[in-house]
């Protein structure tokens, strides 16, 4: 039997060790590259929305076109909020997880780890694929 020196010492297994370290080292960086990236998005949709809903509307007041273009940019608001608090999420997990893993055994610390990747992969996944790439410049060499 393997004492508990020999076990730290010894290389991980091919399952602890992540498929694609590049991509997965730096989940916070890439989910804030995708925030940063909606909220530019939905700002200029804004714009255009409201530019269009003045010209639709000459005699109307400022307040219903801004109204208008509101309403039409809602969905990419939304999806800015999302990925602006799902960013704020992984950063703060991240941050924890570096200022407290010194306190945590070696095996709680994976499992955390990994749990933290397989949540953030499943949320690149799950609606945003193009946005990782668009956004936060996550290529096919990244990805395998």
Known sequence: MKTEEQRSSA?????AVPPNPG????????????????????????RKEEEEAARR??????????ALAWNAASSALAEAAEAGARAFVVARFEEKMRSESAAMSKGVREVLWRL??????????????????VYAGVTVSLAH
């Open 23 to 46: 991509l997965t080292d730096n989940l916070g960086l890439l989910f804030d590259a995708m925030a940063r990236g909606k909220t530019a998005h939905a700002i200029r949709k804004l």
């Open 116 to 133: 933290c990747r397989l949540m953030a992969v499943s949320w690149m996944l799950e609606k945003h694929k193009g946005d990782f790439v």
């Open 57 to 66: 509307t000459p005699g109307g007041s400022p307040a219903s076109a801004s």
């Open 11 to 15: 290389p991980p297994p091919p399952s």
